[in-house]
């Protein structure tokens, strides 16, 4: 795989979207690590099982190279959309490795959640009362299809994933959608989270690993999405 970025500040995010102040949103995350297991559902547990028995057989990981998407973002600068699977652009698969089952020394990978609060916002401004449709992430390049199973309040939602090329660099994003939350006082305590695969599938085991710059900066950076995709307020969270 490709080697991570280096550490800056790319025009995250990576949309037409131009309302980024964090301040000038109605929702907040807080957030916490968790190494031990959360709370299943019996699909979730037969899930598990199963991927026991699949130890030592090959996954599927990645997207096949697709026609680039130039997009001018309103940071500055042209960026290239290489890879979109929530829009099924470049979302065919191909076999990257071989994983093996999980020997000695294998670390389970980590439990992290955020949950969802109201935030101090300016009433004039749409952004404070909108809806909250998708968290964005910025994460490695390496963790692309790093994140095993999300939990919306315990119920599992499919993750996406996304790879830009903005100045000769390659950016990678993971996205939690259709979190159909209607307004920052409905989303209050809604506990979102993401269980990261083990070591022995991933080098993103560890949040640390997983979020882009993290073992540099020690916070991973999130965008929240309204419905409409005007308001996308972006901000670091403590890792």
Known sequence: PPPPPPVGNPPFPFCACTARNPLQSGYSLAFSTHRGRM?????????ESSRSLMAGRTRLYSPSPPAPLSVLNPSGGEYQVLADTETGLGSSQHLLSTLTSTGAGAEPGELFCFSVSTAPCP???KCC???LEKVELLVSNTCWNAVEFATINGAERAVSYAQ?????TKYTTMKLSKLGLPSPIAA????????L???AETSCSKLRDFCY???ATGSCQYALFNTAQDCCPTQGITA
């Open 39 to 47: 709370m299943m559902s019996a699909g979730q547990v037969e899930r």
């Open 123 to 125: 009433i004039w401004n």
């Open 129 to 131: 009362t909108t809806d």
């Open 164 to 168: 830009f090329l903005y100045q000769g």
């Open 188 to 195: 209050a305590g809604t506990q979102v989270c993401f269980k």
């Open 197 to 199: 695969r083990s070591s």
């Open 213 to 215: 710059g993290s073992s």
